[in-house]
Protein backbone atom coordinates (compact mmCIF):
# COMPACT_ATOMS: atom_id res chain seq x y z
CA UNK A 1 0.00 0.00 0.00
CA UNK A 2 1.55 3.14 -1.13
CA UNK A 3 0.48 6.38 0.37
CA UNK A 4 -0.46 7.53 -2.96
CA UNK A 5 -3.06 5.02 -2.47
CA UNK A 6 -3.94 6.52 0.82
CA UNK A 7 -3.97 9.70 -0.08
CA UNK A 8 -5.58 9.44 -3.31
CA UNK A 9 -8.48 7.88 -1.08
CA UNK A 10 -8.57 10.35 1.92
CA UNK A 11 -8.66 13.17 -0.98
CA UNK A 12 -11.31 12.22 -3.34
CA UNK A 13 -14.02 12.01 0.16
CA UNK A 14 -12.32 15.36 1.11
CA UNK A 15 -13.07 16.55 -1.88
CA UNK A 16 -17.14 16.87 -0.98
CA UNK A 17 -16.44 17.72 2.41
CA UNK A 18 -14.80 21.11 0.99
CA UNK A 19 -17.95 21.46 -0.80
CA UNK A 20 -21.22 20.93 0.77
CA UNK A 21 -23.23 22.71 -1.51
CA UNK A 22 -22.81 20.56 -3.96
CA UNK A 23 -22.56 16.84 -1.68
CA UNK A 24 -25.98 17.81 -0.11
CA UNK A 25 -27.48 17.85 -3.88
CA UNK A 26 -25.82 15.30 -5.27
CA UNK A 27 -26.59 11.62 -4.16
CA UNK A 28 -27.53 10.50 -6.30
CA UNK A 29 -24.81 11.88 -8.71
CA UNK A 30 -22.15 8.92 -8.51
CA UNK A 31 -22.36 6.50 -11.31
CA UNK A 32 -21.83 6.51 -14.83
CA UNK A 33 -23.76 9.41 -16.22
CA UNK A 34 -27.33 10.89 -16.16
CA UNK A 35 -28.38 11.65 -19.87
CA UNK A 36 -29.93 15.05 -18.35
CA UNK A 37 -26.28 16.17 -17.06
CA UNK A 38 -24.97 15.43 -20.65
CA UNK A 39 -23.27 18.33 -22.46
CA UNK A 40 -24.90 18.79 -26.42
CA UNK A 41 -22.30 17.05 -28.40
CA UNK A 42 -20.22 19.17 -30.45
CA UNK A 43 -20.85 22.38 -27.66
CA UNK A 44 -17.98 24.74 -26.67
CA UNK A 45 -17.20 24.27 -23.28
CA UNK A 46 -15.36 28.05 -21.78
CA UNK A 47 -13.38 27.12 -19.37
CA UNK A 48 -12.55 30.67 -16.79
CA UNK A 49 -9.96 30.20 -13.83
CA UNK A 50 -11.13 32.05 -10.26
CA UNK A 51 -8.80 32.75 -7.64
CA UNK A 52 -5.69 31.71 -9.31
CA UNK A 53 -2.84 33.40 -10.09
CA UNK A 54 -0.49 30.95 -11.95
CA UNK A 55 -0.27 30.63 -15.54
CA UNK A 56 2.15 27.89 -15.71
CA UNK A 57 -0.76 25.60 -13.52
CA UNK A 58 -3.29 26.90 -15.57
CA UNK A 59 -2.04 26.20 -18.93
CA UNK A 60 -1.02 22.33 -17.75
CA UNK A 61 -4.59 21.71 -16.47
CA UNK A 62 -6.18 22.97 -20.01
CA UNK A 63 -3.55 20.98 -21.86
CA UNK A 64 -4.06 17.92 -19.04
CA UNK A 65 -7.96 18.12 -19.67
CA UNK A 66 -7.64 18.34 -23.91
CA UNK A 67 -6.89 14.65 -23.97
CA UNK A 68 -10.86 14.63 -23.58
CA UNK A 69 -11.04 16.09 -26.80
CA UNK A 70 -9.45 13.30 -29.03
CA UNK A 71 -12.48 11.84 -28.09
CA UNK A 72 -15.81 13.50 -26.93
CA UNK A 73 -16.99 15.65 -29.44
CA UNK A 74 -16.88 18.82 -27.12
CA UNK A 75 -14.60 22.05 -27.11
CA UNK A 76 -12.90 24.00 -24.65
CA UNK A 77 -12.10 27.52 -24.71
CA UNK A 78 -9.84 28.95 -22.36
CA UNK A 79 -11.57 32.41 -21.23
CA UNK A 80 -10.82 35.36 -19.17
CA UNK A 81 -10.33 34.58 -15.59
CA UNK A 82 -13.14 35.50 -12.84
CA UNK A 83 -15.83 34.63 -15.73
CA UNK A 84 -18.89 33.80 -13.93
CA UNK A 85 -21.05 32.74 -16.97
CA UNK A 86 -18.18 29.91 -17.92
CA UNK A 87 -19.42 26.71 -18.36
CA UNK A 88 -16.53 25.06 -16.54
CA UNK A 89 -14.99 27.68 -13.03
CA UNK A 90 -11.35 25.98 -12.01
CA UNK A 91 -10.40 27.34 -8.14
CA UNK A 92 -7.63 26.92 -6.30
CA UNK A 93 -5.72 23.87 -5.96
CA UNK A 94 -7.04 22.60 -2.34
CA UNK A 95 -8.75 20.08 -2.75
CA UNK A 96 -10.27 17.90 -5.46
CA UNK A 97 -13.54 18.15 -6.65
CA UNK A 98 -16.20 18.64 -9.71
CA UNK A 99 -19.74 19.36 -9.68
CA UNK A 100 -21.33 16.51 -12.32
CA UNK A 101 -22.31 17.95 -15.97
CA UNK A 102 -24.19 20.77 -16.53
CA UNK A 103 -25.16 21.12 -12.56
CA UNK A 104 -22.14 24.03 -13.00
CA UNK A 105 -24.92 25.76 -14.48
CA UNK A 106 -27.10 25.47 -11.31
CA UNK A 107 -24.42 27.12 -8.91
CA UNK A 108 -22.15 29.94 -8.43
CA UNK A 109 -18.88 29.70 -7.70
CA UNK A 110 -15.87 27.46 -8.51
CA UNK A 111 -17.28 24.52 -10.30
CA UNK A 112 -13.91 22.31 -10.20
CA UNK A 113 -10.81 22.16 -7.72
CA UNK A 114 -7.47 20.74 -8.41
CA UNK A 115 -5.88 19.94 -5.59
CA UNK A 116 -2.81 18.70 -7.13
CA UNK A 117 0.47 20.48 -8.57
CA UNK A 118 1.79 19.95 -12.15
CA UNK A 119 4.56 17.52 -11.80
CA UNK A 120 2.63 15.78 -9.34
CA UNK A 121 2.49 12.10 -9.84
CA UNK A 122 -1.76 12.52 -9.77
CA UNK A 123 -1.76 15.68 -11.75
CA UNK A 124 -3.18 13.76 -14.79
CA UNK A 125 -5.30 11.66 -13.18
CA UNK A 126 -6.27 14.44 -11.09
CA UNK A 127 -7.44 16.58 -13.99
CA UNK A 128 -8.59 13.87 -16.27
CA UNK A 129 -10.94 12.20 -13.55
CA UNK A 130 -12.26 15.62 -12.13
CA UNK A 131 -13.20 16.68 -15.94
CA UNK A 132 -15.12 13.16 -16.42
CA UNK A 133 -17.10 14.36 -13.95
CA UNK A 134 -17.62 17.66 -15.20
CA UNK A 135 -18.23 15.97 -19.06
CA UNK A 136 -21.10 13.94 -16.90
CA UNK A 137 -19.32 10.53 -15.86
CA UNK A 138 -20.02 9.30 -12.40
CA UNK A 139 -17.53 7.62 -10.23
CA UNK A 140 -17.02 3.96 -11.93
CA UNK A 141 -16.34 1.95 -8.54
CA UNK A 142 -19.93 2.93 -7.65
CA UNK A 143 -21.02 1.15 -11.04
CA UNK A 144 -24.27 -0.90 -10.26
CA UNK A 145 -22.27 -3.92 -11.16
CA UNK A 146 -18.78 -2.94 -9.59
CA UNK A 147 -19.17 -5.49 -6.44
CA UNK A 148 -16.70 -4.40 -4.96
CA UNK A 149 -16.62 -6.09 -1.23
CA UNK A 150 -16.37 -3.33 1.07
CA UNK A 151 -15.55 -3.43 4.51
CA UNK A 152 -18.45 -0.89 5.23
CA UNK A 153 -17.11 -0.48 8.72
CA UNK A 154 -13.68 0.51 8.07
CA UNK A 155 -15.04 2.99 5.65
CA UNK A 156 -17.16 4.62 7.98
CA UNK A 157 -14.79 4.69 10.27
CA UNK A 158 -12.31 6.49 8.46
CA UNK A 159 -15.03 8.84 6.86
CA UNK A 160 -15.77 9.52 10.77
CA UNK A 161 -12.07 10.72 10.89
CA UNK A 162 -11.89 12.79 8.37
CA UNK A 163 -15.34 14.83 9.07
CA UNK A 164 -14.06 15.12 12.72
CA UNK A 165 -11.11 16.90 11.23
CA UNK A 166 -12.99 19.02 9.48
CA UNK A 167 -14.75 20.18 12.45
CA UNK A 168 -18.19 19.12 11.96
CA UNK A 169 -19.88 18.67 15.31
CA UNK A 170 -20.08 15.02 17.39
CA UNK A 171 -24.14 14.93 16.58
CA UNK A 172 -24.25 15.50 12.81
CA UNK A 173 -21.07 13.16 12.13
CA UNK A 174 -23.13 10.11 11.89
CA UNK A 175 -25.78 11.24 9.77
CA UNK A 176 -23.35 13.40 7.45
CA UNK A 177 -21.00 9.90 7.21
CA UNK A 178 -23.51 7.81 6.23
CA UNK A 179 -24.24 10.19 3.34
CA UNK A 180 -21.01 10.26 2.41
CA UNK A 181 -20.32 6.66 2.14
CA UNK A 182 -23.55 6.69 -0.21
CA UNK A 183 -22.06 9.64 -2.23
CA UNK A 184 -18.78 8.16 -2.47
CA UNK A 185 -18.59 4.61 -2.27
CA UNK A 186 -21.69 2.77 -2.25
CA UNK A 187 -23.24 1.56 -5.61
CA UNK A 188 -25.90 3.56 -7.19
CA UNK A 189 -29.15 2.52 -8.38
CA UNK A 190 -29.95 2.07 -12.48
CA UNK A 191 -32.68 3.84 -13.08
CA UNK A 192 -32.34 7.24 -14.93
CA UNK A 193 -28.05 6.25 -15.80
CA UNK A 194 -26.86 5.67 -18.56
CA UNK A 195 -24.74 2.63 -17.87
CA UNK A 196 -21.97 1.12 -19.88
CA UNK A 197 -20.25 -1.91 -18.72
CA UNK A 198 -18.12 -1.85 -15.56
CA UNK A 199 -14.41 -0.87 -16.14
CA UNK A 200 -12.10 -1.50 -13.10
CA UNK A 201 -9.10 0.42 -15.40
CA UNK A 202 -11.29 3.52 -15.37
CA UNK A 203 -9.44 6.77 -14.74
CA UNK A 204 -13.03 7.67 -12.77
CA UNK A 205 -11.98 4.48 -10.69
CA UNK A 206 -11.00 5.17 -6.92
CA UNK A 207 -7.58 3.39 -5.59
CA UNK A 208 -9.37 0.36 -3.94
CA UNK A 209 -7.27 -0.32 -0.88
CA UNK A 210 -6.56 -3.66 0.49
CA UNK A 211 -7.42 -2.58 4.29
CA UNK A 212 -11.25 -0.92 2.97
CA UNK A 213 -12.57 -4.63 1.44
CA UNK A 214 -13.47 -7.96 3.19
CA UNK A 215 -11.03 -10.73 2.12
CA UNK A 216 -8.48 -10.38 -0.26
CA UNK A 217 -9.20 -7.41 -2.80
CA UNK A 218 -7.68 -4.57 -3.97
CA UNK A 219 -6.99 -2.70 -7.18
CA UNK A 220 -4.34 0.29 -7.66
CA UNK A 221 -4.69 4.00 -9.19
CA UNK A 222 -5.47 4.54 -12.44
CA UNK A 223 -3.50 7.20 -14.31
CA UNK A 224 -4.59 6.96 -18.05
CA UNK A 225 -7.96 7.30 -19.92
CA UNK A 226 -8.96 3.36 -20.61
CA UNK A 227 -9.98 1.96 -23.46
CA UNK A 228 -13.68 2.37 -22.33
CA UNK A 229 -13.06 5.79 -21.02
CA UNK A 230 -12.29 6.97 -24.78
CA UNK A 231 -15.42 4.71 -25.60
CA UNK A 232 -17.57 6.76 -23.65
CA UNK A 233 -16.52 9.79 -24.34
CA UNK A 234 -17.62 9.48 -27.77
CA UNK A 235 -20.55 7.51 -27.02
CA UNK A 236 -22.23 10.75 -24.94
CA UNK A 237 -20.44 13.15 -27.40
CA UNK A 238 -20.92 11.56 -30.66
CA UNK A 239 -19.06 13.20 -33.94
CA UNK A 240 -15.60 13.47 -33.11
ZN1 LIG B 1 -14.44 11.79 -8.36
Redesign the pocket.
Known amino acids: MSDALINNVVH ?1 IR ?1 KLSAPAAASRSRRK ?1 SISEPSRLWTPGQNLRISFVDQTEDDVKKAIFAAASEWLEYANLQFERVDDEDATAEIRIGPENA ?3 LQGTQSMQQEGASMLIGCPPGHDLFEHTVL ?2 F ?2 ALGLH ?1 EHQHPEANIPWDLEALRSLIRGILADEGVPDEEIEDKMEAELAD ?1 FLPMPQENLKVLPYDPESI ?1 H ?1 AVLQTHTLGDYETGLNLRLSEKDKQAARTLYPGR
Open positions: SKRSFSHEGHHNMY
